[in-house]
């Protein structure tokens, strides 16, 4: 018997299955006799697999020629699942040595697909059914899958290779999905109402943000436990659990002080208080501070401070160090259950027992993982005693390296780690990982729906097994995809570097998508909820187009902001018929056509400023704006101007513009309005821009880590003018007005206190929507004595009026 198990382990079987195959009576002997027909008795786990899989459909079926079979297997003439189904279908009904030949056509031998085939087998089969999957879209995705995965050409195809393929492609296609393909706009649209445009702009009449219970209305995500129906080992545990929260819903938001959060993580915190607030129940912030050496206090701060900023409350703010001693002693019981053991083995030679580094080699136990319980007690309170030094001991969980899942693979619980904490400063030396923390905290804190991204599947066996292994309540864990943008880089790794390499300066730079970088550039956080809540729950990872985000701005913005005149490159302009000291009050509505925004007063004098881009010396047709003789209106004065003249300075530049103010008598009428601002200094007028700042995309290509696109690295993809600064600038006293108005709310009144006004935006009317950057220097008493010179401007383009006119818009000098 032991002799067969050993026979059996040799094809690659788990040592409980070898076991299992020797002690079936059926299954044995003719695995046994294949074994023998091959003349081998050490296999790949490929060939070995095979074999065994030959064995039980040759008992099942009375397959014939199995012998043959088995030397195929072996001469690795028959290498797949697919290709030994085609080899006993064409043994039943013919016999392979007499037509060898047949058998190798039949069962695809030698035949060797090429990724080109491959490529262009699943273009033409895609472009077959193109119309119906673009009006389909995902919900077609099944089918097509099933087209391609039929065409003669890739039958002997490695399926795998297909598959990525045909995901690569299906996503040039169709794009990442989208709202059309969430589950309310999938009923919408059986409803018969046109799907809304993908990247259409919301400024539409009637259009509404998203809400926050609309995420969780349709999917998977609608379809979750309620509280008390998730399943325990004991049902004291969900009793317990039932008794502590009252049956409420209790999410928590995860992350790890160590970088500020980014775009991704406001899907995370939209999806995490958002469950919670929909279902009644509350979200804990829990800060996962189980590694010392990466975080830090500044990082605490920002991530509170950026969850409030999403107008979310945490019900308790919690600490993963606050479990520190429950988990150790966790830790402990788990140790006398005979389920985790101190090991000695080093990072590399743990790497080797889980299969090496793709995880395929072969997997075996280290020498520690049989110790005994008592001795491992007294080791892992070594560990705790300082008394191993870093990297030579750590606590691993007894787990079963038979699994197909590496989570099971005896993961680290403990490290030593002679680091001070933040919060625990040097009380331990001895640190939690991850897997090991994450879902004991969730349990001690009652969590019912643990809510995570993707790249923890695999993680939900280790989980459930760690709960049940110490036999504490457990939560229930669920993944959704990652949300990213295109033209940037969101991984904290990554924005460090950027910084490193001086292309930044601070990680609020608000070229960045950081959600302080975000704020910083003057983005609404209404917008960003948006956003995310558009796009849904979706459990594939994402990369969204960033004009997208863009869109949720301006139609954020496009409700809040004030109207504002400016001349971003300015040219004087003297109204020869005006006397020097004449001075007219104008009154100009915040935003035109919407009185609720109210009016305010701009002084009209001789002397004006007008942009340089509404002015021309060569006049042209097609060009309605201000140039030599001609006649344009000035946004809400009574009469036009007509330019009858242009004085240049010595080097050739345009110093002034004399015009007429068509005050009396007749004139050409004025085909379009241009900006203006006074010049009057006794009123403040203008209002001096130190620096205006206009930010493009940081990155040129839409993937900056896409290799093929950019060969250089995605560091080499950076746009270093991707920040121009003006200077020279200036507005008109609305700007003035707006900021001691805001000044005057609540909202205003308290930024005033802590730096300086940032949450007032404007218009700067056909130039962009705007906010005041924080390097403005601006006072409570300049605002409160009314002294608009003693303030220093700093302004953040925060985004275009209009999608296409990123670069024109604006231009450096
Ligand atoms: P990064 O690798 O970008 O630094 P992280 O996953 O290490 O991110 P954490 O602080 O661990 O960041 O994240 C806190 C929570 O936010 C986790 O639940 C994580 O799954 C989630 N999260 C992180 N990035 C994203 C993202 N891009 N989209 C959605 N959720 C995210
Ligand atoms: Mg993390």
Known sequence: MDDLISRFEALGLAPQKAKEAASNKKIAPVLDNLISATGQTTFSRTIGLLLYALATTAVKDKTPHTDYIARAIASGR????????????????SDPIADEQAF??????????????????????????????????????GKALRTVMGCPDLRWANLAKVKNEFDVQLLALLGPKDERDSPTALKKAAAKKPAPKATASSLRKGWEPASLESMFAGGDISRLHKPGENPQIYPKLMEMHLKATGGKVITRFPPEPNGYLHIGHAKAINVNFGYAKTHGGVCNLRYDDTNPTAEEQEYVDSILEAVRWLGFEPHQILYSSDYFQQLYELAVKLIERGLAYVCYCTAEDIREQRGGEDNRGERFACPHRDRPISESLVEFQKMREGRYAANTATLRMKMDLEDGNPQMWDLVAYRVMFASHHRTGTEWCIYPTYDFTHCLCDSLENITHSLC??????????YYWLCDAVEVYKPVQWEYGRLNVTNTVLSKRKLLQLRDEGVISTLDDPRLYTLPALRRRGVPPSAINAFVRELGVTTADTTIDVNRLENHIRDSLNEMAPRIMAAVHPIKVVLENLPEDYLEQIEL????????????????????????????????PDYYRLAPNKTVGLQGAAHPIT??????????????????YENTGSHPKPKTFIQWVADCPSLGSPVRLAELRIYNPLFKHSNPMDKSAVPGGWLSDVDRDSLQVVKGAVAELG???????????????????????????????????????????????????????????????????????????????
Not at 82 to 89: I, P, V, Y
Not at 453 to 462: A, D, I, M, N, V
Not at 763 to 780: E, H, V
């Open 735 to 813: 700007l003035w007005d707006s900021i001691k108005r805001y000044a005057a709310t609540e909202a205003g009144k308290k930024e005033l206190d802590e730096h300086n006004v940032e949450g007032l935006r404007f218009q700067f009317m056909r130039i962009g929507y705007f906010t005041l950057d924080k390097d403005t220097a601006l006072s409570a008493a300049a605002i409160s004595e009314d002294r608009v010179g003693d303030a220093r401007f700093v302004v953040n383009r925060i985004v275009t009026l209009k999608e296409d006119s990123k670069k024109e818009a604006v231009t450096a000098a």
């Open 589 to 620: 509505p915040y935003k035109p056509r919407d009185d609720s925004f109210g009016v305010h007063r701009v002084p009209f004098t001789r002397t004006l400023y007008i942009d340089r881009s509404d002015f021309r010396e060569v006049d042209s």
């Open 78 to 93: 028959i290498a797949s699942t697919e290709q030994l189904t085609a080899a006993t279908k064409f043994c039943s009904k």
């Open 643 to 660: 330019c009858t003249a242009i004085r240049k300075a010595p080097d050739g530049s345009i110093s002034e513009l004399v015009c007429r």
């Open 453 to 462: 991204t993707g790249e923890f599947f695999q993680s939900r066996k280790s």
């Open 104 to 141: 190798d056509e039949a069962c695809g031998v030698d035949v060797v697909i090429s990724d080109e085939t491959i490529s262009a087998t699943v273009k033409a089969a895609l472009e077959s059914i193109k119309d119906t999957l673009l009006e389909q879209r995902y919900r077609g995705q």
